[in-house]
């Protein structure tokens, strides 16, 4: 899943993540989003420019999180442990187990 990497590992290629993230259910994407530490005015303008589109909101999601968009540095940094936290956080623990065994 993470491909070997170690768990405190920065995360930055966008691919990957969203590979790693296959299975996460997209319509999630707004509780992703405010874990991983954005802002409800950058949740809202991702919406607007997706309109009805849960890929496309959560692509940009994973994206600004990754570029450490608004609070996302308080909340922690993109790492692949980052990752798992926000998982088990929104409720996806099969998913953040799979990252720890493959980190």
């Not at 990754?66 to 609070?71: A, C, F, S, V, W």
């Not at 996302?72 to 936290?85: N, Q, S, Y």
Request: net charge neutral.
């Amino acid at each position: 899943m993470a491909e070997g990497r170690q768990l405190n590992t920065y995360i930055r290629d966008l691919n990957t993540v969203l590979s790693n993230l296959s299975h996460f259910p997209k319509d999630k994407w707004r509780s992703f989003g405010l874990e991983a530490g954005l802002y409800e005015p950058t949740l809202s303008a991702i919406e607007a420019n997706h309109r009805g589109d849960v890929e496309g909101c959560f692509r940009e999601c994973v994206s600004l999180w990754l570029k450490k968009k608004d609070g996302v540095d308080k909340k922690g940094a993109p790492t692949w442990l980052r990752l798992r936290d926000i998982l088990e956080e929104i409720g996806e623990k099969d998913l953040a187990d799979e990252i720890r065994r493959h980190g």
